[in-house]
């Protein structure tokens, strides 16, 4: 962001601009325009470009805080699921409830948004994202009979699988039960399948 909002009537803006970009891309998808972002956001262009250098920097803010409340959620699950043996599939499940309740609103924006935003913005957050629930999960498989190994290979392997489904699925006519239940069985099948 070129400017911080300071005061609560500056940081509505922000709000504003970036609710107002997430419906667009909901509905238009990148071919919006800034003039069309402060239509449908009720504010002047000139307040978007006071926060905003331009139109990526909108983007890449919402895909890093996209990324970093999912994350946060997705922690507080595994959190709240000490390993033991056979809880991975409880604890995957909650995890991809997470994600797809993270993407149900805004999906087909949040989509978009892994192609709009900047590769060093998007890939390093994801990448360091995948890491880190990749080394906590795995913790899990390894304690229901996986090698150390074996459990970062094949969550590598599936991870980007259920963040696709999730952003391709979402916005489809399922309901977010129906759709976590859809890809956790994928994801499990191909985790027993793998072992």
């Not at 307040?47 to 409340?69: C, M, N, P, T």
Request: glycine share 8%.
């Amino acid at each position: 962001m070129r400017k911080k909002p300071r005061q609560q009537r500056s940081s509505f803006t922000v709000e504003v601009i970036l609710e107002a970009t997430t419906q667009l891309l909901d509905t238009e998808g990148d071919a919006l325009t800034t003039n069309r972002i402060a239509e449908t956001a009720g504010v002047s262009v000139g307040s978007i470009y006071q926060y905003f250098g331009d139109k990526q920097a909108i983007f890449d803010e919402l895909a890093a805080r996209h990324l970093v409340a999912a994350e946060a959620k997705m922690v507080a699950v595994l959190d709240a699921h000490p390993v033991r043996p056979a809880t991975w599939p409880t604890v995957l499940s909650e995890v991809v409830a997470v994600a797809v309740a993270e993407n149900s609103t805004h999906g087909r924006a949040h989509g978009r948004l892994r192609e709009l935003a900047s590769p060093g913005v998007v890939g390093e957050l994801y990448a360091g994202l995948a890491t880190r629930l990749i080394a906590r999960l795995s913790d899990h498989l390894v304690a229901d009979g996986w090698t150390p190994d074996d459990a970062v290979a094949d969550l590598r392997l599936v991870f980007p699988a259920i963040d696709a489904q999730i952003h391709q699925l979402t916005g489809t006519g399922l309901e977010a039960a129906e759709l976590a239940e859809q890809i956790v069985a994928y994801t499990e099948g191909a985790l027993r399948g793998r072992r």
